[in-house]
C-alpha cells in the first residue's frame, strides 16, 4: 500500500515552525506496518492542486494536513472537491458547532469561519474537538481515479487525537481483515561506528530473506533496525547479538541514561559525577530521568583549577605537574568524588572542549575520563573526539555513560 | 528563483528523527530574499531518482540532504553522476582526508568509506570539517537541463557549517551581482509571549510600508524578526526598542547565554551555580560558550537535601520547615553557593520538574528561583512551568540566565 504525506503551510518552509508531522505519522504508521513513502511540503495556497495530481496516480492513500482554516489561502477543500468532481455542501451540524464554539469563548462569529463548514459531496466529516475546521475523509474514487484521501488539520493539538481516534481505524479498514504487521527489531549499539557495524554484518545477513537494515548514526551511538518477516529479524538479531554483546546498549530504544538510571535503581547504588570539560551535561543528562533522584544525589562541576582541588581534593601538586586534562587529575577527580559523595560510582572528566585551549600535546578534542567505583581500582583513559564544542560534549556524555554500564554489568571498559 | 529542497532518509519517514532541515534552510534563505517552494523528503535508496527527473525541469537550484554517508543505500551521489552523464572519479584529497580522520581518531579504515572520495566530473567539492562525506556542488548544466544542484550531508553539525560557509556564498554568486538583499533584523525577546507581542507592536507597525514580521517563540524566547526595505526596517526597529527596551536581550540571533557570559566577561565578573531540578543544566548552558571558563569556576549540582546542607550550607532545619523546593531553601541555596565561591554572583534552582513529586500546594512545573550578588539583597521568586521535564529545565534555565542578566544590567528583576 503506497502511502504519502502532504503538508501545506507556508510557515513550515520559512522555518518559523519546524515540521514535526512527518515523525509523528511515520511513528505512528509504523505501528500499522505502513510506511511514508514520500513527504511534501508546500505553501499555503495553489501549489496543493499540482501535488495532488502527480501523487494521484502512484498513491492508496494520501494524507494532507493543512489548509483547511478559514483564510483566504485555506484551499485545499475547494481544490479538492473540484479535482474529483464533487459539490461543496454547507453541514450545518458543523456550521452549529462552530458557532457554539465561538460563543463559549466570547468570540465573534465571521463570515470566513463559515467556509470551514463546507464539505465535498461524499467526504466522511473528521469531527475535531481541539478546533473549527472539522478533517474530511474522502474515499477511493476509481471513477476519477483518486486514492484515499484523508484532509487533517495543521495544528499538532488538532491533528494528533483526530488521526489517532479517526484516522487510524479507518486506515486498519483500508488495509483489510488479518493485514499482517511486519515484525522489527531496533538495537542501540555504542562504541562502534555505522560503518565498521555495516562491513561486520552485512555479509552476514546477506543470506536471511525478507529482511530489511536501517542504520541511524548520532553522536556516539548507532540504532541498528531490522524489519521483516517475523522468523528472518530473529535470525539477523541472534547474529547481531552474537557479535555485538557488549556494545548493545538495549534492544529497544531507549536511551542510554535510562539504561544507566535503570541499571543503579535495580541494584540500589548511586552515582556521583565530577565534570570539568562537561561543564554539568553528565548530571544534567542522568538527571532528564524521571526518578533519577533515587540514584543521582550531587554532582560538582569543577572548571577552575582551585574548585577541582578544594571541592574534590585533587592535589595542587598533581595539577601543578601533569596539568588539569591529565590521567592523574582525572583519577584524582574520580577517587576525590566517591571520596566525598555516599555514591557507589564516580564519574570524572576532564578535557578540551575547543576550539581554544589546545596545544600540540593535547589538542582541542582531547579528553580524560575516569571512572571510580567502591572496592575497584580507579579506570581512567584518554580519548580524542575533535569536532565541534557543543558536539564534544555530547559525545563525551554517552562515552562516560557507556563506560559507567559497562562497569555496572561487570563488562570490560577497555 | 525556484529553489527546492530534497531530504533524503528513512529515518526521517519512519519517524526517529525530526526533520530540522526544512526549517533550517528556511530561516537562512530568507536572509538571501529566497523561498523554498517545495520540499520533498524520501526514503534512503532508488527514490531519489524520480524525485529529482521530476524537479529537473521546473528549478532553478535542488539542495538534496543526505545519501552522502558510506552504506549501501546511500546513493545520491551515484544517481546524480548517471542523471548527468557523468564519471565518478576517485579524488585523491578527499580519500586522504578520510584516512587521516580515521588514524586521528584511531579507527580502523574500511573500504566502505572510501566511496566517500568518488566524484561526479565537473563537481565543486565542499569541504566537511565535521565529517568523512564532502558535500557536491554541480553547477546548472543546459545540456542535460539539470538545475544548480547541491548535494549535502544530513548530519546538521555537518550540514550547517557547510551551508553557512560554502552554500550560501554558491547562491548569492548564482543570484548575480547586484542582486538587492532584503534588510532584516532579529530581536531576541525574553518575558512578553509571541502574541502579547503581535497584539502591541501589529498596530503600531501597520502604517509602514514594505514590511514583513516575523515570528518564532521557543521555550522562554521570543524571536521577531523584521524584513523588508532598509528604511522600513529601521523606522519599525525604532518601535521595538521603545515599547521593550528591557525585555530585549539583543538584536541578533546570539543566544542567551552568550549574552550573559559577553556581559560578565565585560565586567571581569563571575558566576557560580547551585542546580536541583535543573540537574546541571545550567552550568552546561553556560560552558556551552566558548572561553566561559573565565566567567565560570564551579557550579554545584544539590539533587539531595544532604547535599544542599552539606555543599551549599543550607539549614536542615530551614529544608526540614519550609521543605527543599521553598524560597527560603533557595534563598539559603544562592547564599551559601555565594559564600563557598569566589564568584560575583549565584544562581540557585530548586523545583518539581515532574512527572512526579508534586503536591496541590507545590504541583509538578513548580520551581523557586534565587539570585544572589555581592553587596546586593538575595532575590528570590516562585514561578510555574506545567510543562514536560525536559521542556521545564530548558525553559528555567532561560529564565536564571535573563535574571542575571537583568541583575548585571541593573533592570529590574521583578
Redesign the interface.
Known amino acids: 500500500m503506497r502511502l504519502e504525506v502532504v503538508n501545506t503551510g507556508t510557515e513550515?518552509?520559512?522555518?518559523?515552525?519546524?515540521?514535526?508531522h512527518?515523525?509523528?505519522?511515520?511513528?505512528?504508521l509504523?505501528k500499522l506496518g505502513l510506511?511514508?513513502?514520500?513527504?511534501?511540503?508546500?505553501?499555503d495556497g495553489i501549489?496543493i492542486r499540482s501535488?495532488l495530481s502527480?501523487a494521484f496516480p502512484r498513491c492508496d492513500v494520501i494524507l494532507v494536513t493543512g489548509g483547511l482554516g478559514p483564510t483566504s489561502d485555506d484551499i485545499t477543500r475547494e481544490v479538492v472537491a473540484e479535482m474529483l468532481g464533487r459539490e461543496l455542501q454547507l453541514d450545518e451540524a458543523i456550521l452549529a458547532t462552530i458557532r457554539e464554539m465561538f460563543r463559549v469563548r466570547g468570540l465573534r462569529q465571521n463570515l470566513l469561519n463559515d467556509r470551514q463548514a463546507m464539505v465535498p459531496e461524499g467526504a466522511v466529516v473528521l469531527e475535531n474537538p481541539h478546533g473549527t475546521a472539522p478533517g474530511l475523509y474522502l474515499p477511493a474514487d476509481e471513477t476519477v481515479g483518486s486514492p484515499h484521501l484523508f484532509l487533517l488539520p495543521g495544528p499538532p493539538r488538532e491533528l494528533k487525537p483526530m488521526f489517532r481516534d479517526l484516522v487510524q481505524p479507518a486506515l486498519i479498514r483500508i488495509l483489510g481483515e488479518g493485514a499482517e504487521l511486519p515484525a522489527w527489531r531496533n538495537f542501540r549499539i555504542y562504541g562502534v561506528?555505522?560503518?565498521?557495524l555495516?562491513?561486520t554484518l552485512?555479509p552476514l545477513l546477506s543470506g536471511i530473506e525478507s529482511l530489511e537494515l536501517?542504520?541511524?548514526?548520532r553522536?556516539g551511538e548507532v540504532?541498528l533496525?531490522l524489519i521483516g518477516e517475523g522468523d528472518s529479524v530473529e535470525a539477523a538479531s541472534a547474529i547481531v547479538r552474537r557479535e555485538f554483546a557488549d556494545q548493545i546498549v538495549v534492544e529497544s530504544?531507549t536511551s542510554i541514561e535510562e539504561v544507566v538510571v535503570g541499571l543503579l535503581t535495580d541494584r540500589g547504588e548511586a552515582v556521583a559525577?565530577a565534570?570539568s570539560c562537561?561543564?554539568?551535561?553528565?548530571?544534567?543528562t542522568?538527571?532528564?530521568v524521571?526518578?533519577?533522584?533515587v540514584v543521582?544525589?550531587?554532582?560538582?562541576?569543577?572548571?577552575?583549577n582551585?574548585?577541582k582541588s578544594i571541592?574534590l581534593g585533587v592535589p595542587e601538586e598533581v595539577i601543578a605537574a601533569h596539568g588539569a586534562v591529565s590521567e592523574e587529575t582525572v583519577k584524582a577527580m574520580a577517587a576525590g568524588c566517591l571520596e566525598a559523595s555516599?555514591a557507589d560510582h564516580a564519574i570524572a572528566v576532564s578535557g578540551i572542549?575547543?576550539?581554544?585551549g589546545g596545544s600540540e600535546e593535547k589538542p582541542a578534542g582531547t579528553v580524560y575520563v575516569g571512572i571510580a567505583s567502591r572496592g575497584r581500582e580507579v579506570f581512567a583513559k584518554r580519548y580524542?573526539?575533535?569536532?565541534?564544542?557543543?558536539?564534544f560534549?555530547q559525545r563525551v556524555v554517552r562515552l562516560v555513560l557507556d563506560l559507567l554500564r559497562r562497569r555496572i554489568r561487570g563488562i570490560p571498559l577497555d
Chains 1, 2 share one sequence.
Open positions: 513550515l518552509l520559512l522555518g518559523k515552525v519546524i515540521n514535526t512527518a515523525a509523528y505519522f511515520g511513528q505512528e509504523f510506511r511514508i513513502q514520500r513527504q511534501t511540503t508546500i505553501p501549489d501535488v502527480e561506528g555505522e560503518s565498521a555495516a562491513s552485512e536501517g542504520y541511524c548514526a553522536l540504532d533496525r530504544e559525577t565534570e562537561t561543564g554539568g551535561l553528565i548530571a544534567s542522568i538527571t532528564d524521571p526518578g533519577s533522584s543521582f544525589h550531587r554532582g560538582y562541576v569543577t572548571y577552575s582551585e574548585a571541592l555516599d572542549a575547543g576550539p581554544g580524542f573526539y575533535p569536532v565541534d564544542r557543543i558536539s560534549k
